[in-house]
Nanobody, 121 residues
């Protein structure tokens, strides 16, 4: 009923920038939280940044000052602008949204398909 489609990953040199996008579509009544997570090989998935409707964004300490999360509520889309990328930022990045599906009475988590971000010279 709800799909999250990501775009924007790729290969970039250290110090470079990338912008990820994640668009939610389907039977959406509202979206409370939208965020980005990442999972590096051999590591657990971790929170990168999250934005709550009407609230301030939160960031992992490792990306503060380098990454910026933004959201277009009219398009049900969340973005992650990543600057000053480091090799340790290499991971698969996933978006997540807490969605109130039409006809239900609770929020449900949905995940994007994942986008590979590789930072290497």
């Amino acid at each position: 009923q709800v799909q999250l489609v990501e775009s924007g990953g790729g290969l970039v040199q250290p110090g470079g920038s990338l912008r990820l996008s994640c668009a939610a579509s389907g039977s959406i009544f509202s979206i409370k939280t939208m965020g980005w997570y990442r999972q590096a090989p051999g590591k657990q998935r971790e929170l990168v940044a999250v934005t709550i409707s009407g609230g301030s964004p939160n960031y992992a300490d490792s990306v503060k000052g380098r990454f910026t999360i933004s959201r277009d509520n009219a398009k049900n889309t969340v973005y992650l602008q990543m600057n000053s990328l480091k090799p340790e930022d290499t991971a698969v990045y996933y978006c997540k949204a807490d969605v109130w599906v039409r006809g239900r009475h609770y929020y449900t988590d949905y995940w994007g398909q994942g986008s590979q971000v590789t930072v290497s010279s």
